[in-house]
């Protein structure tokens, strides 16, 4: 699904001006993109903020700001990250805050490597020893090694940034961490300055010089600035993505058993868009999306075909193993069962019940129009008969009627057929002739 459906759906959604395209920025007023994340740094936080970084240049932003709280992550998604920041247009401004955040471990990391480094007072970094993948301890030489690899990395990053090596190498190797105060007054500074908010850092970067990793310098120019926020971090996670394809499902499935309420339809249409561009940045697991399509079948036999519930059963085993499976090949990020499970068997049984009570809807004879008298019972006002048309009363109405039969004044009969005006009929008290 190309990028510009998943920005298109964002744009429905909140019907504001934000950064998901390329923009032409105000000649007066220089744009300043700020971004957030306030969790684990795993790879669907790296490609969020790759996007962020991207559509920052091409919208030809002076400075990206991004607000980080978080309490570490995995070191190949940092990699990513620095990577990007180190190549982007804009300079980029890492801001822990508000008061009360951390950026430890992969945060700190991320912190020393920006443009400018910048904490909110009554924040915290550092702690930067790595750990397994699932938080434990590693074996002695295990641990040395990844400590080793990874103190010679923010060594090289602080080194480039001119900040305090040592320090840094602390941070990894005896997990040390630092306050606002202790990073700033460190010699050389591990941080630029504090800043109470991020209002407060955008006043005071305006003319700030900044040296880039590669060595240039540049002035930014923040007065005035247009901010801009990139907020699509809350999408970007594979259980909220996965929650929003349930949602629009089961919207689409109300509006599909109960055309014409709008409200369902769009939402749930909404709702898909948004899953679609969230799962264009977190890796979605082909055999859990094949699980989901298969129960959905499962699902819609069940309506149609006699299973005594089996075939309902292994439909909703099927979505509720397909979602689970959907976005398990993202190394940090557990989705838990508790939120998706539910969801994922509340949607199938919704589905059941929407659905049968849309089927036995339709196999309903029709209230109204022609088609409603059919089968109705009338009595003759004259006498019919094959060639002989007469009258009938039906519903306090007087029809034209004809029959194949010859049938008497005054006697019930059914209704077969309606053409126009006229009814074709029979007697009542003989079986139903088709």
Same mark, same amino acid.
């Given at each position: @699904?190309? *990028?510009?459906?998943? /920005? ?13 395209? &390329? $923009?032409?920025?105000?000649?007066? *007023? ?24 991207? @559509? ?9 700001? /991004? ?5 570490? #992550? ?109 990073? =700033? ?18 006043? $005071? ?6 040296? *880039? ?29 996965? @929650? !929003? @394809?349930?949602?629009?499902?089961? +919207? ?7 055309? #014409? =309420? ?10 898909? !868009? ?15 999306? !094949? ?58 049984? !919704?589905?059941?019940? /929407? ?29 019919? +008969?094959?060639?002989? &048309?007469? $009258? ?23 209704? =077969?057929?309606?053409?126009? /005006? ?13």
């Amino acid at each position: @699904m190309p *990028r510009t459906l998943g /920005l298109l759906a964002v744009l429905l959604l909140v019907c504001v001006p934000r950064v998901a395209g &390329p $923009q032409s920025p105000d000649p007066i *007023r220089p744009v300043v993109v700020v971004t957030e994340i306030d969790g684990i740094i795993h790879p669907v936080t790296a490609e969020y903020l790759i996007d962020a970084i991207d @559509m920052a240049d091409e919208a030809g932003a002076e400075v990206v700001v /991004l607000v980080l709280r978080t309490p570490g #992550g995995l070191l190949e998604s940092t990699r990513s990250i620095v990577s990007r920041m180190i190549t982007s247009r804009a300079p980029v401004v890492v801001f822990v805050g508000p008061a009360g955040g951390r950026a430890a471990s992969a945060g700190f990391i991320l912190l020393l490597a920006a443009d400018v480094a910048v904490m909110a007072p009554g924040t915290h970094t550092g702690a930067a020893h790595p750990v397994s993948g699932s938080g434990e301890g590693m074996d002695d030489t295990t641990s040395q090694k990844a400590a080793s690899d990874a103190a010679a990395y923010v060594r090289s990053i602080a080194e480039a940034r001119n900040r305090n090596v040592e320090l840094a190498a602390e941070a990894v190797i005896d997990s040390r961490a630092f306050t606002d105060s202790e990073a =700033l007054a460190a010699s050389p500074a591990l941080i630029d300055f504090t800043a109470t908010d991020v209002a407060d850092l955008v006043a $005071q970067l305006d003319g700030r010089d900044v040296k *880039r990793y590669d060595g240039s310098s540049v002035t930014i120019r923040t007065g005035n600035a247009e901010i801009r926020q990139w907020f699509l971090s809350a999408i970007a996670h594979p259980q909220v993505a996965t @929650m !929003l @394809m349930t949602l629009g499902l089961l +919207g689409l499935t109300v509006e599909l058993w109960n055309p #014409g =309420l709008i409200a369902p339809g769009v939402a749930g249409g909404l709702c898909l !868009l948004l899953a679609f561009f969230a799962f264009q940045i977190v890796p979605v697991n082909t055999a859990g999306l !094949l699980l989901i399509v298969f129960g959905l079948g499962l699902l819609g036999l069940e309506l149609t075909v006699p299973s005594f519930g089996v075939l309902g059963i292994g439909g909703a085993i099927s979505f509720f193993i397909g979602t689970v499976m959907l976005t398990d090949t993202v190394p940090g990020v557990q989705v838990s069962l508790g939120v998706i499970g539910p969801v994922a068997l509340g949607f199938s049984a !919704l589905f059941l019940f /929407l659905g049968r009570l849309a089927l036995k809807a339709i196999r309903q004879p029709p209230a109204t129009g022609a088609e409603a008298l059919v089968g109705r019972t009338a009595r003759t006002r004259t006498a019919i +008969g094959p060639d002989v &048309p007469g $009258q009938v009363n039906l519903h306090g109405e007087i029809w034209s009627a004809v029959s194949g039969a010859p049938i008497p004044p005054d006697r019930a009969v059914r209704v =077969l057929a309606v053409d126009g /005006l006229t009814l074709t009929v029979e007697p009542a008290d003989q079986p139903l002739t088709h």
